[in-house]
């Protein structure tokens, strides 16, 4: 059975939050195999999403993270540090966008490792984007001594 067959079924008109319970209950109850599809996806996120934030903790404890005292003195050189921190992480495993399969950091070419932070580097710029834009909001509110967007005088043009 579809997803949208249970909703159409169970939908009496109802608050979405009712109906949202009662389409859950019904897959947890009835359709097992449809609750199985349905989670896959937002699971295997999930452990993606852990498994990175260890591997990140990992590499901020090798590297020192941004900001803070560790073997990375601000300006992005490591020197003699670089190795030893590379060494710390010899069996961390990063995801290869080129092969879709997983690597470790020792094993990893160049490539490899250049296509990941390419891969890091694009998925980054729509949050700096962002970032960007919220810091203009800040500069214009500061600038014109203001709490909010919405005290600008000319606000609802």
Do not use: C
């Not at 020792?106 to 490899?112: F, I, M």
């Not at 250049?114 to 949050?127: E, G």
Request: proline share 4%; hydrophobic share 35%.
């Amino acid at each position: 059975m579809k997803l949208s067959e249970i909703i159409e079924e169970e939908d009496q008109g109802q608050p979405v939050i009712e109906l949202t319970r009662k389409v859950i209950q019904s897959i947890i109850n009835s359709h097992a195999e449809l609750a199985a599809s349905l989670m896959f996806t937002p699971v295997r996120a999930h452990i993606r999403l852990q498994r990175r934030h260890l591997v990140r903790s990992r590499e901020d404890a090798a590297f020192g993270h941004p900001g803070s005292d560790g073997p990375k003195d601000g300006g992005g050189d490591y020197g003699t540090d670089a190795l030893s921190a590379l060494r710390k992480l010899a069996r961390e495993t990063f995801w290869d966008p080129g092969s879709g399969l997983y690597v470790s950091y020792e094993d990893a070419t160049a490539a490899q490792h250049a296509a990941y932070a390419d891969y890091v580097r694009r998925n980054a710029r729509p949050m700096l984007d962002t970032a960007e834009r919220h810091e203009l909001a800040v500069e214009i509110i500061t600038e014109a001594g203001i709490d909010r967007l919405r005290d600008l005088p000319d606000w609802q043009k």
